[in-house]
């Protein structure tokens, strides 16, 4: 992965400018020609990494260290994408596709931060507030790429920001709160009924 990441960057600081200036009707296509290859590996990576990141409602538990694998590997297929989408740029739809790639990755990150294993349910939940730097970090990413893929098909909906932010579940308090009331006019009206 590192090496990888490391050949992307290398892409981008020596052959890029080269081609740009020598050849500029070349780069077009072998740009687009390198994006399509970067986004097909990088495909191919998602589907092995997104086994081990978790989801709401699963019962498997995951190991942390699996976890932390999967999502620095999925933090170099952000990478590889994003080289992709930038190297592609002449190729509309197969930008707009590699943008909805990268939506699907930061989409699966953020949800998977968002949960916490619940040992009494035996299964992933939402916890609020964990994670919270890297979550904001990485809807801020997303957003931006709603926004471009808004501009490469003007039919996209670009979601509310707060969608990917866990809301704290009221549900819980709202029972316990009925249910102090409840409690307490029921103890008022026995009082009521022994007085008279």
């Known amino acids: 992965m590192n090496s990888l990441n490391a050949l992307l960057k290398q892409y981008y600081s020596l052959c890029e400018p080269l081609l740009t200036q020598y050849d500029p ?4 296509s072998s740009a687009s020609g390198l994006a ?4 097909n590996v990088a495909s191919r990576m998602w589907n092995e990494v997104i086994p081990n990141l978790p989801r709401i409602g699963e019962r498997m538990t995951i190991d942390p260290q699996n976890f932390n694998d999967a999502f620095n590997e999925a933090t170099v297929i952000i990478e590889m994408l994003n080289a992709a989408v930038n190297l592609g ?3 509309a739809a197969g930008t707009a596709t590699r943008s909805r790639n990268l939506i699907e990755v930061h989409d699966a990150l953020i949800s998977a931060l968002s949960l916490s294993y619940d ?3 035996g299964e992933y939940v939402a916890k609020p507030g964990q994670n919270i730097d890297v979550i904001k970090r990485l809807v801020n990413d997303v ?3 709603h926004e471009d893929l808004k501009k490469l098909d003007p039919k996209h909906r670009v979601p509310s920001k707060s969608r990917y932010f866990v809301k704290r579940q009221i549900g819980c308090s709202v029972l316990v709160l009925i249910g102090v009331i409840m409690m307490f006019l029921i103890i008022v009206m026995m009082e009521i009924i022994a007085a008279r």
């Open 119 to 121: 040992n009494i349910r």
């Open 143 to 145: 957003m931006r790429i």
């Open 89 to 91: 740029r002449s190729d």
């Open 25 to 28: 009707a070349r780069r077009d």
């Open 36 to 39: 399509s290859k970067i986004n």
